[in-house]
Every structure is written in C-alpha cells, then in structure tokens.
C-alpha cells in the first residue's frame, strides 16, 4: 500500500470505476483529504472504503484520471511498464517499420495514460500533457522513455503543452527539449513517403498521424483524378493522392505556414510536380467559388467543429453545410472523404448529418467505407468516449 492521500466517493459512485471506466467526476466525490493539489496522485476509495484506483487529481469536472485499478506506486518504473506495452503492442502490429517511424505512442486512456500523448517522429518523441499530473510527471515519463528505446533510437524528447492545460505551463521554447535537440532531424517517413513535422510551432504534436491508414485509402482512389484536399494542413492527404497518381491534386488550408510546408513535403517527395497546387484561403469560400464538376475526388477534414456537448447543434449544421457544398461541386462519379474529429459528435450523428447535406442536393449517394481511427490511436474498450475520428468514403454518381 502506498501513502497517498484519500478522496471518498458517494454511494453508489463506484460503478463506473468497478467497470474500469477511467473518470471520476466531481460530482461523484463525497470528501477528500484536506490540502490535496491539482496534479497529485490520489488514491480513490468507495463509500465502504474499498481501494478502486490511484490516479491523478484535478480541479474541474474530470476529479481524477485513473492510472492504475491497482494499488500501486505512480513513478518511473510505473511509466516504464505502460510505455514498454504501449511500444510492444506497436511493433507487435507492424507499425514500427524503417518505412513508418511516424506513429502515436501512447494515446492517453487508449493505453491507460489519461492525460498524456506521446508521438514518435523518427529518433524524436514529442511528448504532450493534458492533465496537470502527466505535465508534474514529465521527468519521470522521460526517464521511462529513453528507457524503453535505447539511446540510438530516441534522440531528442520533445515537451509541448500549449493550450492543453488549465495554466500556462512555464517552458519557454529554449527548454522544451527535455533532452537532445541538437541532432534533429525533422522530416520523418510514414508508409513510405517523408514529411517534415513541425513539432516546435505546428499544430497538434506537428502532425495527423491519425489519418495515415485513411490516406493509404485515399491513395487507391486517386488514380487518374482531379484531386481537393480541403483542411489540408500540411499536405498528408495530397502526397499520398500524388503517390497514387492523381492528375492534379490542390492543397487547401486557412493557415498559409501549414501551405508552405505541404509545398515542402511535395518537394521531398516528387521533387517539382507541376500536378500541385497550394491556396492558403477559407474552406467554405474556396468551395464556394469553384465551378461545378471541377474535382471528382474531394476531402474533407476540417477541425472539430464541437469541442463540448454544448456546441453539437452548431457543429451538426457545419458538417451538413460543408458537405452540401461538397456534394453540390463534385463531378459525376466523384468520391468524397468526409471525416470529423469531434469527440462529443457520435458517428450516427455525423453520419445523419452527411445524409442531409445529400438529401438537400439531391444526388445518388453511396457509402463505400466507414472509416476511424487507426490501430495506434487505439480506443480502451472500458472508455468508449475515446472514439474520436469519424468518416465516409461516398460515391457521388
Ligand atoms: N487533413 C489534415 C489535418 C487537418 S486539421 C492532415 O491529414 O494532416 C484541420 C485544418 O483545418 C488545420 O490545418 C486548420 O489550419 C485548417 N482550417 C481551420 N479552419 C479553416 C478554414 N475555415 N478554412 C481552411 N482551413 C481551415
């Protein structure tokens, strides 16, 4: 037994945990230990007092995330092991290949981490907290690291936490290397083809590494079509739509530093393909203005339109409107991919969505794959909320 402090729930208010669902809400708490603070690792007991987990503390809805189910000690030798299964399960799938050295590590309750994200970009991990106990944690998950990948593999950690936490955390860009930083190489290879990731100022931890199996998909389609990958961000669905020979394929992104890289990455690749094109503008508007049947393959992958619950409604009439306008431009015989990354829009919502924006333009609509997140985003099956990625691949005639 550990000497952590307590925080008892309510009647009845073990269930959740009992079914190793990894969240206790606020409401759900009947008293803690005085003095306790945000990031601690508390240990939470039942109203009879019965041990159900240990895990990180913080103020807001979420109380606690759960780390262990048992009564153990969080510290180095903890992460070692959750990194160590996380590392296995990866390479045991074949996803850790001198062709893909662009994978997730651990993607929070996916790999009974709640609150941390670790991306592997070649020899450089980009590690990313989202509770205040995994950013508290950071030397003890570094050690656990360079544990788990021996010094030759991983050269440099990378710490980045913007935005991601209820303070702003105080690391200047001249220490986020936790370690390394002065061998870096930033162009990474995923499936075979590079691209350079911006870990430092892009978004995310640099890159949508959960679109990969999606764009491999994407890839068998292109042959011989006109090509608009709108929400591009740095181009991953556009190189591989010019692997699968595309004939034109436009890139388009409001943010004209995410252009400049996708213009890179097609560099790196294909040296100069005069078959793309870059236009750093708004979505709606570009779709707007472009003639009919002037793409017969589109994709849409904007941001999460709904961040929380409350924002669904809105979120639903962006998609449905975003791909009326899809449907309303693409030619006879067109595909589209259409994805949301919204966590609180469950794919039956979306999917209703799509349908609508389809019924309003009337076409003949065909769902050829439904499609989520890949094998390195994996979803905790006691934690179903961490189903994120949605999307369809429809045939338009
Ligand atoms: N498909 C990308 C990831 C897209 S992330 C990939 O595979 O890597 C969503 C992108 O939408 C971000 O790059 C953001 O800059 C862009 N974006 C947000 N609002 C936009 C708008 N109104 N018009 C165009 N792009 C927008």
């Known amino acids: 037994m550990n000497t952590y402090k307590e925080i008892v729930l309510k009647p009845k208010k073990d269930e959740f945990l009992k079914r190793f669902h990894p969240w206790v809400f606020s409401g759900a708490v009947a008293s803690k ?15 009879e007092r019965e041990f159900l987990g240990v895990g990180h503390y913080q103020i807001g809805s979420i109380s606690v995330r759960i780390l262990s189910f048992k009564d153990e000690v969080i510290n180095t030798k903890f992460y070692e092991q959750r990194l160590s299964e996380a590392f296995n399960m990866r390479k045991q799938i074949g996803l850790i290949r001198p062709d893909n050295n662009t994978y997730r590590l651990v993607h929070g309750e996916g790999d009974n981490l709640p609150g941390l994200i670790i991306d592997i970009y070649g ?19 570094t050690k656990a690291l360079q544990t788990v990948y021996n010094q030759d593999n991983l050269k440099n950690i990378f710490y980045k936490s913007e935005g991601t936490l209820p303070f702003k955390a105080d690391i200047g860009p001249e220490d986020s290397y936790i370690f390394g930083g002065a061998d870096v190489d930033d162009v990474a290879v995923e499936n075979g083809l590079k691209f350079k990731i911006d870990w430092l100022k892009g978004q995310k931890t640099g890159f949508f590494i959960d679109q990969r199996e999606n764009r491999r998909l994407l890839e068998r389609y292109s042959e011989g079509r006109k090509v608009l990958n709108m929400f591009s961000y740095t181009g991953g669905f556009s190189v591989y739509a010019l692997r699968g020979s595309a004939l034109e394929v436009d890139s388009v992104d409001s943010s004209s530093k995410a252009m400049s890289i996708v213009d890179q990455n097609v560099h790196l690749n294909f040296g100069d393909d005069p078959r793309h094109k870059s236009y750093s503008e708004d979505a709606f508007k570009f779709l707007n ?36 306008s ?44 439904q499609l989520t997140q890949p094998a390195d985003h994996p979803i905790n099956i006691y934690h179903p909320e961490g189903e994120y990625l949605k999307g369809l691949v429809l045939y338009v005639e």
């Open 289 to 324: 203005n472009i003639p009919n049947d002037r793409y017969d393959l589109i994709i849409l992958d904007p941001p999460a339109f709904a961040k929380h619950r409350g924002a669904v409604n809105n979120a639903l009439q962006g998609y449905k409107k975003l791909n009326h």
């Open 33 to 47: 230990f005085d003095g306790i603070e945000e990031g601690e690792v508390v240990r939470v007991l039942s109203h």
């Open 326 to 369: 899809a449907f309303e431009k693409i030619a006879k015989g067109g595909i589209l991919f259409t994805f949301s990354c919204s966590q609180v829009i469950t794919k039956e919502q979306f999917r209703l969505a799509v349908f609508s924006a389809a019924a309003i333009s009337k076409r003949k609509v065909q769902i050829l794959h």
């Open 123 to 141: 020899n450089t991990a980009v590690l990313q907290a989202h509770s205040v106990g995994m950013h508290n944690d950071r030397a003890e998950i």
